[in-house]
């Protein structure tokens, strides 16, 4: 399917669009931590300003406890406007002259977002002439103004959500070897996504959490470490020669924080990192690599424990594969050592990326094929 780019849009000056962005970053003490992301938006709001048209820039905060936007207005210099004066008003966004644009408040703010409410959708579309996906890394939820408002309002897509797609599409015909490699928790839903790659990987690493219930299947004493709690891993899946779990972890004991084999865990032991044994099994296999993919950290790096995640980054960064990424605490941790650019592509998209790549599309995209 192709999908429509914004700079597709015929006559754009003096047309209002609605633009879907995703500004739920991290933010600390009303300073926003990572804003990765955000830059990432710029290129389709300029683009759009440039060409003249009114732009109504909508998006989410995850908690409502921090439920303004208002803070984002510093990246793009415009108004900041409350969505419900925008809604129910028709004189609220009157002022709006070519090129301008403003930022609406938290989508979240009203239930029927997360509903896809249709009366809700129908009042964000009654807002523009065209609608604008660039928010890829949400795409994947069934929201009013992800699925709702395409129902409404023709709909293109940004350059960023664009980028996602061409990019992460490049992992269903890799370069071999490929190696994959996966970390983080939530194991029924990357489930999924490991046994596709098993069928077009070299290799799959797993690290993380997702390699504690691995263990745990085997027979291994996990102690108090995070896995998921009654996930049964298939047969085929668990013992499949191409998927690579730790064999050692450093571990966060009662008296000490130290390094053990699998077999050396106790029952008040934490598994915190991956071990150096399994590092290097990396390292090995990365920098022979043609393709590599990789999403969610490999420890508890919010816990102080992501010197596994840090050391296999720095490896990929050196490495002359083609190297794709994504997923928050990943991305932190590349941003953390500055080698940002020494990745093919750094994906904008957690759940969405992990998604798509399990699928190859998203519901977001799916709407819009239905719709042509």
Request: with cysteine.
């Amino acid at each position: 399917m192709t999908l429509k780019s914004v700079d597709k849009i015929t006559r754009l000056k003096g047309k209002r669009v609605l633009l879907r962005i995703d500004l739920n970053v991290p933010i600390e003490n009303g300073m926003v931590e990572d804003d990765y992301r955000i830059k990432r938006s710029l290129k389709t709001i300029e683009f759009l300003r440039k060409e003249g048209a009114k732009v109504i820039i909508i998006s989410h905060r995850e908690s409502l406890d921090d439920n303004s936007l208002s803070i984002f207005s510093k990246y793009f210099d415009i108004p900041f406007i409350d969505m419900h004066a925008a809604l129910f008003s028709d004189k609220s966004l009157s002022f709006m002259k070519n090129g301008d644009a403003v930022l609406l408040e938290n989508l979240r703010m009203d239930p029927g977002e997360k509903k896809n409410s249709p009366i809700f959708a129908k009042k964000l579309a009654s807002l523009a002439d065209v609608f604008v996906n660039e928010a890829f890394s949400v795409s994947h939820r069934a929201h009013a103004s992800i699925v709702g408002v395409p129902k409404l309002l023709p709909t293109y897509f940004g350059f960023l959500f664009l980028d996602e797609v061409k990019n992460l599409s490049t992992a269903f015909s890799p370069e071999h070897p490929f190696v994959f490699i996966l970390g983080g928790a939530k194991f029924e839903t990357k489930l999924p996504l490991i046994r596709k790659f098993l069928g077009i990987a070299d290799k799959v690493f797993v690290g993380g959490a997702l390699a504690n219930t691995f263990l745990r299947e085997k027979g291994f004493e996990i102690g108090k470490s995070k896995a998921e709690g009654s996930m049964f891993i298939p047969k085929d899946v668990l013992n499949n020669e191409k998927v690579v779990i730790p064999k050692d972890f450093v571990v966060k004991g009662e008296y000490c924080r130290c390094i053990k084999k699998a077999d050396e865990i106790e029952t008040g032991d934490v598994i915190s990192d991956i071990g150096p044994s399994f590092i290097d099994e990396v390292d090995k296999a990365v920098l022979s690599a043609k393709f590599v993919l990789w999403n969610g950290p490999l420890g508890m790096a919010e816990s102080g424990f992501g010197e596994g995640t840090r050391s296999i980054a720095k490896t990929i960064a050196i490495s002359d594969a083609r190297s794709i990424l994504g997923g928050g605490d990943t991305v932190a941790a590349i941003k953390e050592l500055g080698t940002q650019d020494n990745f093919t592509f750094v994906s904008t998209g957690g759940g969405a990326m992990l998604e798509f790549l399990a699928s190859g599309s998203l519901p977001g995209i799916d709407i819009v094929a239905k719709q042509n």
